[in-house]
């Protein structure tokens, strides 16, 4: 009897440091799909009287699939199965049904997803509209995209945002990837004109796509490289794909797509012919498909509130919601993300007389990010009309989510989404912060977290601000405070919220504890222990002049784009000068209701810095003269030269006339880094540093998202600091031929290069701290390493 041999390979191959053993390496990958195949697919998925998807979708879902027969047979209808053989799952207030198969790595699109919706992000995400056909659901959603670099650089960012928290590479290495990934059909447009394309989205299973790219790419890869590695095989340059080969875009990128996947599939062929195949072929074999859980058709429970449109899109945030809220959870901002948007969504559906639904649209597309913060005006009209800037966004957003009836609704279908009994003030504050930061999130990250500890807290929303009022729109916050003394709520409340939520994006405010009581103003002190809310309540209060101005000032000064150099102070190491800025620096003032222009100064007439402690203060002075003293009197910090004044004067230290140099520390966050050039610190000449080349970034394309800039500075750092080291070396083994007339490097200048390299060496060592915290524990990797998909995905 003859024994065939096994169809499957097992093999060792070498991973880093490390030999990972292989399994079930097949001989041969599948075979691309034909046009027999989509047309059988095609016609299969029309016959079922439960699903309906444009003829597009169906031909991308069978493009992607590597048994389109098996697709095809789940689809069609029998008079058993009316339904045919798909998958059916019930989800709050709607089934879904699907078909289940393998897929190709290639062809799937990484989806948006609460957990990276509510990150720091340099790229927003698509405007996502549901899609009905004869006033019915359907298993598919439009991404609106402005064009097609902002389609490539959201995949980008969303894959290397994946990958920077979590990855499963060397799990999907040995046997790939095990799990269903659930998918849907999607059609993307542009705001631009381009011609839409339908391609498969993934909804749940980010980073296990993300880990099977990454293993494609090979160990060391670092997440910018496969981030564009996919990027670049999914949305290939379609010009050189020449419009004759396929008719539309969608047509030529899938022809792309089918050529990479021409040139792996011979890389791999090579590989297996060999006496041994190696390391390559277990990387493309196992990345190469994944199994996938693909949405194709939808129906809506009777009794439902949404409208048709949202059935679908709202049914798969369910499955994501159940998985990630109450079994594998998504940090908390995700969920409350999650949690307040679709329960907002819920409350428009129902259609209130009470409310107007147009008008809930617009709070809606304000609270996602829809409608940008320019169309403010246009929103919510008025005479005169808040200017469109982020703080009023913020201001407009909590006013309509916060007045008493709909307050209370909301607030029930919260509860409902998170299956819990009671929601309080702080709890329902909670949701708001994520949702409020979102025009500022990127450019505040150093402080989001303590940001959105404030909210949790209570946030701004005192006692009146939830009693209902109106924003009186204003182009100078100080106009309110006399109204405000004289019995307007209205403008009491626009000013709590409006201060409020400067103080506590900036730092200024925080959820303060028991360690900050006794502590130094400028280290975070505080008179005296306080919910975020009952500050903002105090400085409100119609007889606290002081607070009033505070919060005014406070409104008056805030800025989207950066931080208050009071927020996160940065102080030199290396004795380095701080870089000069062009613009004014960003700093909040102490209030001196005795000063003309009611900012407090020192003895030598330079304004004070607020802290804090002067904020906490000010929202009960009576309670904070009976607290302890702070342990410096004034609390005066050094500060640029040059300080921001109302009106946009800015006055010098001493308070002379003002100067246009700045010469203080920069501002924002932007500033953070400095020029690592070779006349920093010592003005080094250029001769007494190796000539080596290096990749320069120094000439950058601003229009890319900073992550992928970033990319660049990295490579230059690591070569950089690379050809510095094989310099040194070089310089070390020619000393003992260098004539005793002269050192091999002259003292001046070694000191200047030690100065240099003691502020690098310290600038990634505050990189790596900063990076180490956002990083799971340590016990946190050893799990995961015991269970690699176990874990948040």
Known sequence: MTISEPTMLSLDVPWGTDTIRVTNIPPHLPAESTDSHIAAVTAAGQANPNTWLPDASWAALARATTRPDAAAVQLRPTSDEPIGLLMAENVEGATLWSVVNRVLLSELFPGPQPRTGMEVSEVSDPQIHGITHDNRPSAIVQYR???????????????????????????????????????????????????????????????????????????????????????????????????????????????????????????????????VPGLRAAQIAQSYVVPAQIAVGVEGHKGRLLSPEDIFDDAIRSILASVHVEFKEWDPAAQNVEVITRALKRIIQQDDPRWNTAELQDVYGLAVGRIPVTKLPQVFGGDPAPPGDALWRAVYLISALTRPDFLEVLKDQAKAIKGGKRMSIKGFGELLGPIIDLPWRAK????????????????????????????????????????????????????????????????????????????????????????????????????????????????????????????????????????????????????????????????????????????????????????????????TAPLPALFPMAGGTTLPEGGSTPTSAASGETT??????????????????????????????????????????????????????????????????????????????????????????????????????????????????????????????
């Open 145 to 275: 995209y402005d064009d097609l670099d902002h389609l490539r650089n959201h995949v980008w960012q969303t894959l290397h945002a994946t990958l920077s928290i979590n990855s499963y590479t060397t799990s999907i290495l040995t046997r790939s990837v095990t799990r269903n990934l659930i998918t849907h059909p999607v059609e993307i447009a542009f705001e631009d004109g381009t011609e839409s394309i339908h391609v498969l989205t993934v909804r749940d299973g980010l980073t296990r796509l993300a880990s099977a790219w990454a293993v494609l790419a090979g160990h060391g890869a670092d997440p910018a490289e496969v981030a564009s590695l996919a990027t670049d095989a999914l949305l290939a340059n379609v010009s050189k794909a020449g419009k004759d080969v396929e008719p539309g875009l969608g047509g030529r990128l899938a022809a792309s797509r089918a050529r990479w996947r021409q040139e792996l599939r011979q890389e791999f062929d090579d590989e297996v012919a060999g006496a």
């Open 668 to 793: 924002g966050t932007a500033t953070a880094a400095t020029t690592l050039s070779p006349h920093a610190n010592g003005q080094v000449a250029d001769d007494a540093l190796p000539s080596f080349a290096i990749p320069s970034p120094s000439v950058e394309d601003t229009s890319a998202p900073p992550s992928q800039r970033a990319a660049a500075h990295r490579q230059a750092l690591r070569l950089g600091v690379q050809g510095a080291r094989d310099a040194l070396d070089h310089l070390h083994a020619l000393e003992p031929e260098v004539g005793g007339h002269t050192p091999i490097v002259p003292l001046d200048q070694l000191n200047d290069l030690h100065k240099l390299l003691v502020g690098i060496l310290t600038d990634v060592e505050n990189l790596r701290r900063s990076t180490t915290g956002n990083h799971a524990t340590e016990e946190d990797e050893l799990l995961t390493e015991e269970s690699p998909e176990a874990v948040l995905d």
């Open 444 to 635: 505040k990250k150093l402080v989001t977290k303590q940001a959105r500890n404030a909210w949790n807290n209570g946030g701004v929303l005192t006692s009146d601000v939830t009693l209902g009022w109106t924003p009186r729109a204003t182009d100078d916050f100080t106009e309110l405070i006399t109204p405000a003394m004289n019995g307007d709520d209205d403008a009491r409340c626009t000013l709590a919220v409006a201060g409020g939520v400067a103080l506590i994006a900036d730092k200024l405010l925080t959820r303060n504890v028991g360690s900050s009581l006794g502590a130094k103003k400028e280290k975070g002190g505080v008179p005296f222990r306080a919910d975020v809310h009952k500050v903002i309540e105090g400085l409100s209060h119609p007889a606290n002049e002081l607070g009033l101005w505070t919060l005014a000032l406070t409104a008056n000064t805030f800025r989207s784009e950066g931080l208050p150099q009071n927020s996160v102070p940065r102080q030199s190491l290396t004795g380095k000068e701080p870089t000069a800025s062009a613009e004014s620096p960003y700093v909040y003032f102490k209030t001196d209701l005795k000063a003309s222009d009611r900012i407090a100064r020192d003895a030598d007439g330079v304004p004070v810095p607020l802290y804090e402690w002067d904020v906490v203060a000010a929202s009960d002075p009576t309670r904070a003269a009976k607290a302890t003293a702070p342990s410096t009197a004034t609390g």
